[in-house]
């Protein structure tokens, strides 16, 4: 599976890869990291094909998760990735925005990477 990480929280890469680092090994996921919601847009300029699954942050300076959310629900429709929002705050009004943009899932931080393994059936 390829997925697209989205947060502006530089550290959050070395974190995933360490904690994905069996299946990323083993071919089972590529993971790509974009730490703003533009670099996010255009790294999928060039992948949206190949890109399976956005988790993406909600709470970034510039371009919130939020607003990325609504641009990729809008532009890639033919096959729409599958985007789960992450962060801090598990309130309902975030919670509401993200599932009326077109959210998938969403999960609050700490990553519970157990429960992510499980979201993702591994």
């Given amino acids: ?3 697209l990480v989205v947060d502006d929280e530089r550290d959050i890469q ?8 069996k299946e990323i090994r083993e071919k089972n996921h590529e993971f790509a990291f974009a730490f703003s919601g533009e670099d996010a847009l255009a ?4 992948n949206h094909n190949k890109t399976e699954l956005i988790l993406s942050d909600i709470n970034m300076p510039g371009m919130t998760g939020l607003e990325l959310l609504k641009q990729i629900k809008q532009k890639y429709i033919n096959p729409p990735p599958v985007v789960m929002m992450i962060t801090a705050y598990g309130d309902a009004e975030n919670f509401n925005t ?6 998938d899932d969403f999960i609050t931080k700490p990553v519970d990477f ?3 393994k499980e979201k993702l059936k591994i």
Avoid: D, H, V
Wanted: aromatic share 16%.
């Fill in 14 to 21: 070395a974190l995933f890869e360490q904690r994905f680092r």
């Fill in 1 to 3: 599976m390829n997925i």
């Fill in 43 to 46: 790294y999928l300029s060039q």
């Fill in 114 to 116: 157990t429960y992510l």
């Fill in 98 to 103: 993200a599932k009326q943009l077109g959210a």
